[in-house]
């Protein structure tokens, strides 16, 4: 059983910067898809962006493409998500998550099969 640990939020001004980080208990991390999706008060849950194994394949969902940047090193068993350029509207809990058994980056949130428990981001406007 992996768990997935978030941290790295907290309150900052609209236009500010955060990362993200997200450790993984095990590792077999390094061969698992691993995703960021985000969840505001009365929303569904939203997919954010993927990464490969390898890192050398990424996704993006085109409210974050071009300010987000997802990225992981699998020496440390964690997968990071840069946020640049924060709006109010990123305003949620954000959540890693692990595909153990995809090859391929994918937005679909039922196919994540391990989830932390989330990190709180705050943007003020």
């Known amino acids: 059983q992996v768990q997935l640990v978030e941290s790295g939020g907290g309150l900052v001004q609209a236009g500010g910067s955060l990362r993200l980080s997200c450790a993984a208990s095990?590792?077999?991390?390094?061969?698992?898809?691993m995703g960021w999706f985000r969840q505001a008060p009365g929303k569904e849950r939203e997919f954010l962006a993927a990464?490969?194994?390898?890192?050398?394949?990424?996704d993006y969902a085109d409210s974050v493409k071009g300010r987000f940047t997802i990225s992981r090193d699998n020496a440390k068993n964690t997968v990071y998500l840069q946020m640049n350029s924060l709006k109010p509207e990123d305003t949620a809990v954000y959540y890693c998550?692990?595909?153990?058994?995809?090859?391929?980056?994918?937005?679909?949130?039922?196919?994540?099969?391990?989830w932390g428990q989330g990190t709180q981001v705050t943007v003020s406007s």
């Open positions: 998550a692990a595909d153990s058994e995809g090859y391929e980056v994918s937005p679909v949130t039922y196919e994540y099969d391990y």
């Open positions: 095990e590792r077999t991390f390094s061969s698992y898809v």
């Open positions: 990464i490969s194994w390898s890192g050398g394949s990424t």
